[in-house]
């Protein structure tokens, strides 16, 4: 299976699992988590959630569904803005660890930039990692100057930037992706399908049918192809999470990468970041 390095040497499949939008429905609870532990046996070991998914109960379907498999489970959850304070943010993680039921989480992201200051999000990160509640921190739905102001303000131990990224939203690949490549940062690319909007685009299920597939499992490959990006789709049944693993065995050619850039042109310009 293709891996993917953080800056901190940790590997992780290319292909992992996320969960927004889970944990909303209790009826289709046990459903989900069978999905999540199918992902889990085909390999798709790394699981993203956030105390925000469902008002915490994404976490607590998340601690279901790897329990006795922790050890096998590279674990992300993210905190709300307001909760990235010094004082905060260690109670925001106790809570996730809780809920989470376990005693560490293995990639810890700020959700989205809010009002308190970078630096000390950065500080209160790093005293996360030396108390062992957390192995590694990184940041979500921040564009380059705020990776910039990151940097500068003593972030260099981020691991990761997870942003909107997918056919539709090819945005970041102006100057956001140049510059997480350069400082040796994989892409978390969530809502990978446009939650589920792209299976219905004309052209994309016209190829998807030449190839005897699905659009889903195209708008994978697609960015399965690309260096550095994780993407991480959600999967709420385990036919789904199937379908996604197969995009791992889909090359797409050059004449299919150059006809998905006609459909789906690359940016021409920089362009803001944008968020779901």
């Known amino acids: 299976m293709k891996t993917i390095t953080f800056p901190d040497g940790a590997s992780v499949p290319a292909l992992g699992q996320g969960t ?41 379907l998340v601690g279901e569904a790897i329990a006795g498999a922790r050890d096998e489970v590279f674990l992300v959850s993210k905190a709300y803005p307001q909760n990235a304070s010094r004082d905060r943010l260690p109670r925001a993680c106790e809570a996730s660890l809780a809920r989470l039921g376990t005693d560490r989480i293995d990639l810890y992201l700020l959700h989205w930039r809010g009002r308190v200051p970078l630096s000390e999000t950065i500080e209160a990160m790093e005293r996360l990692v030396a108390a062992g509640k957390i192995l590694r921190w990184g940041v979500s739905n921040l564009d380059t ?27 970041p690949e102006y100057d956001l992706l140049p ?41 994978l490959a697609w960015l399965l192809a690309r260096d550095g990006v994780i993407p991480i789709p959600k999967a709420g049944t385990v036919a789904h999470v199937r379908d996604n693993r197969a995009a791992l065995d889909m090359t797409l050619s050059e004449a299919e990468l150059r006809r998905l850039d006609a459909i789906f042109p690359p940016p021409s310009g920089p362009e803001p970041l944008a968020m779901l």
């Open 20 to 60: 927004w939008m889970m944990a909303e429905d209790h009826a289709r609870r046990a459903e989900e988590i069978a999905a999540l532990r199918e992902g889990l046996a085909l390999g798709l070991t790394l699981i993203d959630t956030a105390e925000m998914y469902a008002d915490g109960e994404s976490e607590r």
């Open 145 to 171: 100057d705020d990776m910039d102001e990151l940097v500068g303000s003593g972030g260099q131990s981020c691991q990761t930037d997870q942003i909107l990224y997918n056919l539709t939203r090819r945005g």
């Open 179 to 219: 510059w997480l490549d350069r400082h040796h940062m994989p892409v978390m690319a969530y809502s990978p399908v446009e939650q589920g909007r792209l299976v219905a685009h004309r052209d994309l299920l016209r190829m998807a049918e030449e190839r005897d597939a699905t659009p889903a499992r195209v708008a």
